[in-house]
């Protein structure tokens, strides 16, 4: 066997296309394409794209936010994202949705965009210090290589495995604020759980804990349970607890049936030392978030189930790469999501569907968007849950399109944009703003 067919009998084993899997997309919709010999080799000729990206533009928006709390901080008053816009010279635009963090990054970067085909992923993915910055390129250029092709996202990085992915309610203590609801005690979070399930659907449940006591959050767990019996339950406190309070809450929680305890305590020691002493499955997205991640996790026995997330783990490809690490080695996958507009929930939406190896029902955010930027999709003004799924979009590439007018009022709303700190420090003076620690 060559190191070529080597190479791709590994690849296809793991589950993997990459670029030029998605070139010989492209060349299977060239009329000019077909019937041509194509051997295999890398040295084959074969036709190429003159697709060249002509324009740049990152923007920093921002859209109203709750006061949701978590183990460290409360949200600002609005949260800000970065929309990366690319367009290549004969028309077409790709887009994506980043952390607004990631604008710097993409700036100074554009040099190393701009006149490149946005077919030269691999390239583009040595060009960025961050997985952030080069996911968002990675994304904003499939989404143009669809639009080229006639074909959606998912078909570039693995097909549809489910044209639907389901998603839970992310649930939250939240902060009373004069403008906003009061959810900050467990009865409160446990009916917010059920008003989650009667507007979306939602079966199951991702409750953000780290912010009350413990005792507290283990009694909201026996109210959604008690409230909703077959609710599938899971809990993050973001590694607010130290292993002994993460053994005493696992112990207590046990009989509820959870689907996984995700990040109790910090560390890949402090996850092995749980994890020994618990039935219930150990998820993460803070302890295995690089690929040097991976072998100490094995070692030490600190997870189960890993959370893929196309923004930590640097694009769409990549989380495939992690799908593939994961079956493996046998741990399980559900989806991570950050606070976002549509155009990150579309994404989110593709990723989930093309990855079979995706066995739990995905975090998001969205519920909580009350101003987004895209256009309507099939009539309504943001995408639509149904029965606790949010279906593939139909569009060729990511299947969502900028509204002008909103992201015009997006970026205004960036100068409006505040903390609610002080308001922190009244309803919980001694709460450890901004200092991610272990508070029990």
């Not at 701009?114 to 499939?142: M, S």
Request: charged share 25%; net charge neutral.
């Amino acid at each position: 066997m060559t190191d070529w067919n080597r190479r791709q009998w590994i690849a296809t084993a793991a589950g993997i296309t990459g670029l030029a899997g998605i070139e010989d997309m492209a060349l299977a919709f060239d009329a000019n394409a077909y019937g041509q010999n194509r051997s295999g080799s890398p040295k084959a000729a074969r036709p190429r794209s003159k697709m060249k990206i002509s324009k740049f533009k990152a923007t920093v928006v921002a859209s109203p936010d709750f006061a949701l709390l978590n183990s460290w901080n409360v949200h600002d008053t609005h949260f800000k994202r970065t929309i990366l816009e690319l367009e290549t010279d004969d028309g077409f635009t790709g887009i994506a949705e980043v952390a607004a963090g990631a604008a710097q990054e993409l700036e100074a970067s554009r040099d190393k965009v701009l006149g490149r085909d946005p077919f030269e992923i691999e390239y583009f993915r040595r060009q960025f210090k961050t997985p952030n910055a080069f996911g968002a390129v990675e994304v904003a250029c499939l989404d143009i290589i669809g639009k080229a092709i006639n074909r959606r996202v998912v078909d570039l990085i693995g097909g549809a495995y489910r044209e639907a992915q389901a998603f839970s309610a992310y649930i939250f203590f939240v902060m009373p604020t004069p403008n906003g609801p009061d959810y900050s005690t467990p009865e409160a979070v446990a009916r917010q759980f059920q008003e989650f399930n009667q507007k979306y659907g939602f079966t199951s449940c991702k409750f953000k804990g780290g912010v009350l006591h413990p005792d507290k959050e283990i009694e909201a767990l026996r109210m959604m349970r008690a409230a909703m019996p077959n609710a599938k339950l899971r809990i993050d406190p973001n590694a607010a607890w130290s292993v002994e309070t993460s053994v005493r809450v696992a112990k207590a929680i046990e009989p509820l049936g959870m689907e996984y305890y995700e990040d109790p305590t910090p560390g890949l020691d402090g996850m092995a030392a749980v994890r020994r002493q618990t039935k219930i499955p150990l998820a993460t997205n803070m302890v295995v978030t690089r690929m040097e991640h991976i072998v100490p996790a094995i070692q030490k026995g600190s997870v189960d189930v890993v959370l893929l997330d196309n923004h930590y783990m640097g694009g769409l490809n990549n989380v495939r790469y992690w799908a593939a690490i994961c079956e493996a080695v046998g741990w399980g996958c559900s989806g991570h999501s950050n606070n976002h507009l549509g155009i990150s929930m579309a994404i989110m939406t593709h990723m989930n569907c093309a990855i079979s190896r995706v066995g739990y029902d995905a975090d998001s955010h969205y519920p909580w968007t009350t101003e987004d930027i895209i256009k309507p999709v099939n009539g309504a003004p943001m995408l639509q849950f149904k029965d606790g799924k949010m279906a593939l979009p139909d569009a060729p590439g990511l299947g969502v399109e900028i509204d002008p007018d909103k992201m015009a009022k997006l970026v205004e709303n960036v100068k409006r944009a505040g903390n609610r700190h002080e308001q922190l420090k009244k309803w919980d003076p001694i709460y450890p703003l901004n200092d991610h620690r272990i508070r029990w």
